[in-house]
């Protein structure tokens, strides 16, 4: 199968080649400069040259509260306007799409139990609004997809949390982080793992939800993240840190168990990443 990865030098595009490159599996990744998603014809003219079979859809805006103001005229058109172009190309080659969202297309006012995947939306922040657009594009225009939502994302290849704890942690002895923010850690590694799985093993075409398993505060992740460190991490409130997109207290995605994927617990999966990036350094 043609395997085509969209935004390739993102943390989920570069892991899902790392991913497939142990596996011997060929693909061709393009990000921005080879493939941008929202000039139409550079995706006509990519996809009649390459004829890809799969596309991970990886391209996004993925800066939140930037899209709140100066990014968002640029997060509306990679998220939804990029989104439906490459849904429309895909379902005009009879390409899988494989697209990428968030739980932010909910409207984050649960205090417990799990979002389902069919759970009303409503997203209370503009990110969250241009990736529900993304999604209904894919429902509208493709026959073959994968909506998979994830949260939390972490990886090797990329700015995110774990590797802002870690570097903070060399200049300072103690660290404030938010405690009323609750949701699941992923992995880009169990998300790149899941993505594939679902095709590997013909599973139905649908939305899915995917991140490691358990659930934790931010405060409660950067305390696994530090464990062996000489920090102190305190408990703080998010009102201690303003933020200009909304962000929900309590975000806990239903995962996609009955697929028979394995989610690894997030405490495990972290230690797993700190280990690979340690060997690495
Ligand atoms: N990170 C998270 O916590 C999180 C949470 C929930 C869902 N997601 C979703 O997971 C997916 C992967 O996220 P990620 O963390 O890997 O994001 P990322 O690291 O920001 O990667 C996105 C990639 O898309 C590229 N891109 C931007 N505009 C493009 C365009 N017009 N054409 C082609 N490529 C373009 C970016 O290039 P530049 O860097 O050069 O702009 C970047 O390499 C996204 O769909 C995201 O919405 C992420």
Not at 14 to 42: G, W
Not at 122 to 141: D, F, H, I, S
Not at 205 to 229: M, P, R, T, V
Request: glycine fraction near 6%.
């Amino acid at each position: 199968m043609k395997i085509l990865i969209t935004g390739g030098n993102g943390q989920l595009g570069q892991e899902l080649q790392h991913l497939l490159d142990e596996r011997n599996v060929a693909y061709e990744a393009a990000d921005v400069k080879e493939l941008d998603i929202t000039n139409e014809k550079q995706v006509a003219s990519y996809f009649a040259e390459h004829q890809p079979e799969i596309v991970y859809h990886c391209a996004a805006y993925t800066a939140v509260d930037k899209a709140e103001g100066e990014g968002k005229a640029a997060d509306e058109l990679i998220n939804a306007v990029g989104t439906e172009i490459i849904a429309r190309t895909c379902q005009k080659y009879d390409t899988l799409l494989v697209y990428v969202s968030t739980d932010y297309v909910f409207d984050g006012t649960r205090t417990s139990g799990e979002y389902m995947p069919n759970d009303p939306k409503g997203p209370r922040n503009e990110y969250g609004r241009t990736k529900l657009l993304g999604e209904e594009a894919v429902q509208k225009y493709c026959d073959k997809y994968y909506i998979v939502r994830t949260a939390w994302v972490y990886g090797q290849w990329g700015h995110n949390f774990v590797y802002t704890m870690l570097n903070l942690a060399k200049s300072h002895d103690k660290l404030t982080v938010v405690s009323d923010q609750i949701g699941r850690p992923t992995w880009t590694r169990t998300l790149a793992e899941f993505l594939t799985y679902l095709i590997d093993n013909k599973i139905k075409y649908g939305i899915y939800q995917c991140s490691n398993d358990g659930q934790c505060s931010w405060y409660e992740f950067a305390k696994e993240i530090l464990k062996d460190k000489d920090v102190e991490v305190l408990p703080v409130s998010s009102d201690q840190y303003p933020t200009a997109a909304f962000r929900p207290h309590y975000s806990v995605m239903h995962l996609a168990k009955e697929t028979g994927f394995k989610f690894p617990q997030w405490e495990d999966a972290l230690q797993k990443f700190i280990k690979e990036i340690d060997n690495n350094l």
